[in-house]
């Protein structure tokens, strides 16, 4: 019974927490509003031919509103679906982060974006603040990214650890857009959190440790033309909490008086990552120069994903011709791995790019580009020197897509053409025969739009040929649909379907999808959506069939 109570809690403690801000412009305001959305659907699904992909039926409620009380916003949106069905307790989250002039408080689970490098894109459970009065910027964040999980998750979830984690920033910022922020992240595993999993399991689970301090600054210039910007920071990474810590009080005394941070063991690695850019923009011409560094095993607690061991600088120039109706731009960009000359081999990639785009008119443009891409492997240590296995490719792609259009008071009439060819080159002579390729893709659309009946119309051909010297394959078909809006009833319907030959060297077979649309939209804030799919797969040696149904009801207030 207490988790149900746990949204509504969360509002008033919010309310009450924002009641003593400054209430100097509080008649000026609405005294109370909301605003939102509630959605409510079902789907069922069945297939036949292969195993299902997915539950017989199922049904979602996602609900978000707004609340404001003078001036004070208050956002939370709550998701329920069928896996409390199945599993006895609803997937649910909540979150809300209510602002009041230069603060915000976040509570609940949200993603705080404080540096790339640092906390970005974690998903935290969470009570925190940010505070920007003046120049002052400042923020505060304290809870989890996870909960403890044990060998008996329901949800079929690896066992885990709880992880705990603090943000912190600090900095100054002006009303050009420039900041300086100093960013501090401790992430921290809770090796006491699972104590009913038995110790072979508890064994298995690595109890992690990471601190890590960050740099993020921008400074525009010239009027806003020239922008510098920086973003660093260096973790300290344990893999393992169990290992015995590191003894610095002989050596390194200094080290001592970091323990409270961190207390670095034998599983522990320090490593950083970097980037910096100097970007121009003026009316007709711009240039960006940028500079990224990630050494090997940099991790962060707070990013979900980063390519690590690279080094990377880009140029990105542009240049608006004319009336602005014809834009080039393009890149260059190096690239290295191998950054603490740990592997025995480099790996070096080139990339250059160049667009054109061009519209003299409102009836005919185009849009080309061509990009080159290459890996070049170069042997670090010659005692494991083998030439027959070390990369040497080049990766050529070319694009060419212009488009028509006729222009009518009844009718208007566009056909695009893309044209896409794709071809891998590789220099080793030992490993071409396996890797060499190349790719054609042609799509041939027509649409036509008919304003006055609300109805649209379209159609597309396509080809697709993949080949190399082992094997060849190829896709060929065509794409219809229509959809059509009566008036002002609130009634649309809609229709697609595609077919598609399909050639896998000796087998041959098709692909059918179909799909129905009805939309109805009643009074000022409801509306219905039914939809029906339909898959058909036709191969010698894979065929079966699909059908979705799905129904869904809106409302906004």
Known sequence: MRKRFTPLFILLFSAIILAGQDLSNIKQQKPFGISGGLSLG????????????????????????????YGLSVPFSVVFNEQGRR???????????????????????????????????????????????????????????????????????????????????????????????VIFLKGKDDINSLPNEPDSVRAKLKAQENAVIGLSFKQPFAKQKLTLQFDGA???????????????????????????IIQPNGSSHINYALESSLRWESQRFGLAATYRRVMPEYKSMGVNYLLT?????TLNPSLILGAGKTVVSGSIGLERNNLD???????????????LSMNPSPVFGFFAQYSNYTVQQQVFREEFSNDSILINQINHNFTLAPRYTILGSSVQHTLLLTLNYQILDD????????????????????????????????????????????????????TAGL????????????????FSSINQQHSTGTNITASALL????????SISLQVYYLKNNLPSFGFSEVRGQARYNYRF
Do not use: C
């Open 483 to 498: 959809n059509k809006k009566f008036g002002e009833s609130g009634l649309t319907l809609g229709s697609d379907v595609t």
């Open 341 to 355: 000359q740990h592997k025995s081999e480099d790996t070096r990639r080139t990339i250059g790019s160049l667009d």
């Open 427 to 478: 220099q080793n002579q030992f490993t071409a025969e396996f890797t060499e390729n190349d790719l054609v893709n042609v799509i041939l659309t027509y649409m036509a739009s008919f304003p006055g009946t609300g109805m649209n119309i379209r159609g597309s051909l396509n080809h697709f040929r993949f080949s190399s010297g082992q094997f060849e394959n190829s896709r060929k078909g065509f």
């Open 234 to 260: 260096a973790s300290t990474f344990t893999e393992d909490l169990r290992f015995e810590p590191i003894d610095f009080s002989q050596k390194a005394p200094q080290v001592e008086n970091i323990g409270f």
């Open 309 to 313: 061991d690279i080094e990377a600088i």
């Open 87 to 181: 599993f006895q307790q609803p997937f649910n989250r909540y979150g809300l982060s209510p602002t009041w002039k230069w603060g915000k408080i976040h509570l609940g689970h949200r993603n705080l974006n404080l540096s790339p490098f640092t906390l970005a894109g974690q998903t935290m459970y969470m009570a925190g603040l940010e505070l920007t009065p003046g120049k002052l910027r400042f923020a505060a964040a304290t809870g989890r990214f996870y909960n403890a999980v044990g060998s008996g998750d329901p949800n079929f979830q690896r066992p885990r650890f709880k992880r705990s984690a603090l943000a912190l920033k600090l900095g100054a910022g002006g009303k050009n857009g420039g900041f300086f922020d």
């Open 42 to 69: 079902s789907y069922l699904y069945g297939a036949n031919g292969i195993p299902s992909r997915q539950a017989p039926f199922g049904y979602s409620v996602n609900a978000n509103a707004t609340l404001s009380f």
């Open 519 to 526: 939309d109805f939209a009643f009074g000022k804030r409801n």
